[in-house]
C-alpha cells in the first residue's frame, strides 16, 4: 500500500472532515462497484473500498461531492503511484506452489 507524506497534519486538517464521511458514506450505499474499473474495456466489476478525490486536495481540488469517485484498492494504488509521478511496482505472483515466482 502506498502512504503520502502528510507532514504532519490530522485527516481534518487536511480536508476529510465530517463532510468527507458524509460522501464516503453516500458513495459506499448509491455507487458500490469501482468507478475506474467500470471504464475499462472490457468493465470489470470489482467492489470500490475508497471515496478518491479526482483532483487531490493537495493540487488545488475540492470537497465538493463532483470532485470524488468511487474506486477500489488496486484503482487507487494506480492512481496514487501516477500522481506522483512514479510507477506502480508490480505485486508478487504467487505460483501454484505457494511461493513467488
Not at 8 to 17: A, D, F, L, M, V
Request: charged share 30%; proline share 7%; with cysteine.
Amino acid at each position: 500500500m502506498s502512504r503520502w507524506d502528510h507532514g504532519g497534519k490530522t485527516t481534518s486538517q487536511r480536508g476529510y472532515g465530517t463532510q468527507h464521511q458524509r460522501i464516503r458514506e453516500q458513495l459506499k450505499r448509491e455507487v458500490i462497484l469501482c468507478e475506474l474499473c467500470q471504464r475499462k474495456t472490457p468493465p470489470v466489476v470489482r467492489v470500490g473500498c475508497i471515496a478518491d478525490h479526482i483532483v487531490s486536495l493537495a493540487k488545488g481540488g475540492t470537497g465538493d461531492r463532483s470532485n470524488y469517485q468511487w474506486i477500489c484498492r488496486e484503482c487507487a494504488d494506480e492512481k496514487d503511484a501516477h500522481d506522483r509521478g512514479k510507477p506502480l511496482k508490480p505485486k508478487p505472483r504467487i505460483g501454484p506452489s505457494g511461493w513467488p515466482e
